[in-house]
């Protein structure tokens, strides 16, 4: 037997069971219905008394209402897996453009970078080794 099986985690497997197990009802919802969770988007445009909502008056309001609702988020038009699949595409294009243009397109300066001696003139325009005393400052 599995450890599982001795220590009581799981039951052993006597028999396959191929029938679908009966749902038990939530007693939280003390014998309210338990509507399916499908959203009023995908119903049917016409036929309905009150067309904005897409429901007809007396029926049975659902738990997640203010979700599935015509109000509710809109359901995605495309699965979500192809929708990051095509913006990691665009991005990657947009991406590789940018990198293309940098390195073919933009023309090489002009003129050399000045240099200047003594470390950039860091004494003469006043820089840490010419004040030591405003770092201590700062402080």
């Known amino acids: ?24 009802p939530n007693p939280q919802y003390n014998s309210y219905p338990e509507l399916p969770d499908i959203s009023h988007q ?7 008394q009150d067309k904005l909502l897409r429901r007809n008056f007396g029926d049975t309001v659902h738990h997640y209402e203010e979700v599935n609702s015509m109000w509710g ?3 995605p038009v495309i699965p979500p897996k192809q929708a990051l699949r095509q913006f990691l595409i665009a991005a ?12 073919f397109l933009v023309p090489d300066r002009p003129a050399i970078p000045r240099e200047y001696p003594f470390n950039g003139l860091e004494v003469e325009l006043g820089g840490h080794k010419a004040n030591p005393e405003a ?5």
Not at 42 to 48: E, I, K, M, N, S
Not at 92 to 98: H, P
């Open 42 to 48: 995908y119903r049917a445009p016409l036929g309905w």
């Open 92 to 103: 990657g294009g947009f991406v590789t453009a940018g990198l293309f243009m940098r390195a």
């Open 1 to 24: 037997m599995n450890s599982l099986v001795r220590r009581g985690l799981a039951r052993p497997l006597l028999a396959r069971q191929y029938a679908t197990p009966v749902k038990e």
């Open 135 to 139: 770092e201590n400052s700062e402080e």
């Open 73 to 75: 988020p809109d359901i």
